[in-house]
C-alpha cells in the first residue's frame, strides 16, 4: 500500500507567512514606475513558497522515496529513492542547534536525509521500523513543533500590523 507523506502543515504555513509578512508591503511602498515589476516579483516569489514547501515522501511495500517540486529541483535539491532492503542502519548527526539528524545508510554506503517535517510523523517511523527493523525511537521532529506555531503567529501578527498601517496612512491622507 502505497503512503504519502506531505511537510508539516505548520512547517508550511510559516514559511509561507514570513514570506507575506516580509513582502506585502513592497508593492505598495515602490515608486510608481516599480510597481508592476514589484507586483509580478511578489506573486513568482509567492508561487515558489508555494512551490517549494509541497515536497513529499512516499512510502510503499519495497521502498522510501522522496519527491520533490520542479522549482526545489532546479534549485539543486534531488529527489531520492530507497529500496528498503538497501537501508543498512540510521546514522544520527546533531546539529549546531543542539537537535539531531538522521540519515538512512545504505549498503553502498550512500547517506539521505530521513524527513523530519512530515505530517503524521509517528506513523511514518512505523512504516520506517517495519519496513527495515532498525529502532527509531530516538527520531523525532528536528525542533519543536511550537517554533513553527510561534512563527506564524507572529508572522501573522506584522502582517495585520501592516494593514492596520496601511488603512491608517490612507484614513490620516483623506483628512488633510
Known amino acids: 500500500m502505497i503512503e504519502k507523506f506531505k511537510t508539516l502543515f505548520f512547517v508550511k504555513s510559516s514559511l ?4 507575506l509578512a516580509l513582502t506585502i508591503p513592497i508593492p505598495f511602498i515602490s515608486i510608481d514606475k516599480f510597481k508592476i515589476p514589484s507586483i509580478t516579483l511578489f506573486l513568482l516569489g509567492l508561487y515558489l513558497i508555494f512551490n517549494i514547501t509541497s515536497d513529499y515522501v512516499e512510502t510503499c511495500d519495497n521502498k522510501i522515496s522522496y519527491k520533490i517540486s520542479p522549482i526545489s529541483k532546479i534549485l539543486g535539491r534531488k529527489n531520492w529513492e530507497i529500496s528498503w532492503k538497501d537501508i543498512k542502519l ?6 549546531s542547534q543542539g537537535s539531531k539528524v538522521h540519515y538512512f545508510n ?9 524527513p523530519q517535517r512530515v505530517e503524521n510523523f509517528e506513523k511514518f517511523l512505523l512504516i520506517v521500523s517495519t519496513n527495515t527493523g532498525i529502532t527509531v525511537k530516538e527520531i523525532t521532529y528536528i525542533s519543536p513543533l511550537w517554533t513553527y506555531k510561534v512563527l506564524t503567529i ?9 494593514f492596520f498601517a496601511f488603512k491608517y496612512q490612507i484614513l490620516s491622507m483623506l483628512n488633510l
Open 90 to 95: 540510521i546514522k544520527s548527526r546533531p546539529t
Open 106 to 114: 545504505t549498503y553502498k554506503n550512500e547517506n539521505f536525509l530521513i
Open 16 to 19: 509561507i507567512s514570513l514570506y
Open 154 to 162: 507572529l508572522s501573522i501578527c506584522m502582517i495585520m500590523g501592516e
